[in-house]
């Protein structure tokens, strides 16, 4: 494996196939095998575990985890890649290489892909899914947080990513980095960076820093969450205006449903003064939040009005 992990071994490859590392593909393949080895320990592996690989690349990580985990599949959207990645793991059988995009659209998972977790996830007793993966960073963001929305719920996710995207799921309301997607997984996950990586690591380099990135799902925090798809697009909705005052960043958010003074009896309710602003809201007063919006608006709805009566 160390040998296959080197630079040299990867210029081999890609030469005697006459191909070259792609830049639209997000191709910065990960040449020092103790990060390689540190993401798979961070993952804790063990034989429960069905791994979603996104970027098989030449299937450096995919064998290692593939050694501890029950099963991994892997996927490659790289037509030229994905047979050279085929070759390293021939002779394993809990590995699943599939040769294609991980996302239908930038909203979605592609169903294969969930189709086949849940098949591998029900052939193993207590089956469950992690995230490990050197992620393409173009589609860090959707691959993240599109997992969090699927069932059955990933209990781990260890990813390679930007660091700048990693300094904004870690980070603390009032801060610039603090971000719609900020809040989206602090509330339902533990986040922490694990380790800070320059380009110098990576074939090509890229042109930014990279981090390792440890999310721990928590059932607990999810549960608190009546309406995932509800509170994902409020956040959304209220974010796009982070440095407006809250008032009319939520008033813009929800116009179609609450007027201004129902605007206001929430902020009230809330305690919230005049001057507040979405970006110093923890994750915890957002889903309060979204909490009261949702039932002054269902309350609004059942209530009948002067023309129903
Ligand atoms: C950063 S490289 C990681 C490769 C390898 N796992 C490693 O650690 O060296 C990302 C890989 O993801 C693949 N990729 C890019 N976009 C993808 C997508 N939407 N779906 C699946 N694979 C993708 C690229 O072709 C590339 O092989």
């Known amino acids: 494996m160390s040998e296959r992990q080197?630079?040299?071994?990867?210029?081999?490859?890609?030469?005697?196939?006459?191909?070259?590392p792609q830049t639209r593909f997000g191709q910065n393949f990960l040449i020092d095998l103790n990060l390689v080895n540190l993401i798979a320990s961070t993952a804790e592996l063990g034989p429960r575990d069905v791994v979603l690989e996104v970027g098989t690349g030449m299937g450096s990580l995919t064998t290692i985890m593939a050694a501890e985990?029950?099963?991994?599949?892997?996927?490659?959207?790289?037509?030229?890649?994905?047979p050279l990645a085929r070759e390293e793991f021939e002779t394993l059988d809990n590995v699943t290489l599939l040769e294609q995009d991980a996302l239908k659209s930038k909203n979605k998972l592609h169903p294969q892909v969930i189709e086949t977790l849940r098949e591998k996830v029900a052939q193993i007793p207590g089956g469950r899914i992690k995230l490990v993966?050197?992620?393409?960073?173009?589609?860090?963001?959707?691959?993240?947080?599109?997992?969090?929305?699927?069932?059955p719920w990933p209990v781990r996710m260890v990813t390679t990513i930007q660091r700048e995207l990693a300094e904004r799921i870690v980070a603390r309301p009032r801060t610039k980095?603090?971000?719609?997607?900020?809040?989206?997984?602090?509330?339902?996950?533990?986040?922490?960076?694990?380790?800070?990586?320059?380009?110098?690591?990576?074939?090509?380099?890229?042109?930014?820093?990279?981090?390792?990135?440890?999310?721990?799902?928590?059932?607990?925090?999810?549960?608190?969450?009546v309406d995932p798809a509800h509170f994902h697009s409020l956040v959304r909705g209220i974010f796009i205006h982070r440095r407006k005052f809250l008032r009319s960043a939520l008033f813009s958010a929800v116009?179609?449903?609450?007027?201004?003074?129902e605007v206001d009896?929430?902020?009230?309710?809330?305690?919230?003064?005049?001057?507040?602003?979405?970006?110093?809201?923890?994750?915890?007063q957002l889903l309060d939040l979204t909490d009261l919006v949702r039932l002054m608006a269902a309350e609004k709805a059942s209530t009948p009005t002067v023309e129903d009566r």
């Not at 993966?133 to 069932?151: C, R």
């Open 6 to 20: 080197t630079l040299s071994y990867l210029q081999q490859r890609f030469a005697s196939s006459r191909i070259q």
């Open 69 to 82: 985990a029950g099963h991994v599949v892997t996927v490659e959207i790289d037509h030229y890649l994905a």
């Open 133 to 151: 993966a050197n992620l393409p960073y173009n589609v860090a963001t959707p691959i993240i947080s599109n997992l969090l929305d699927m069932d």
């Open 177 to 225: 980095d603090y971000s719609a997607l900020t809040v989206w997984i602090q509330a339902q996950c533990q986040a922490e960076i694990v380790r800070i990586m320059p380009p110098s690591v990576f074939w090509p380099p890229p042109k930014v820093e990279s981090a390792i990135l440890d999310i721990r799902p928590q059932k607990v925090m999810r549960k608190r969450i």
């Open 255 to 261: 116009k179609d449903v609450l007027t201004k003074p």
């Open 265 to 284: 009896q929430v902020l009230a309710q809330m305690e919230l003064d005049a001057n507040t602003r979405a970006e110093q809201l923890t994750p915890q």
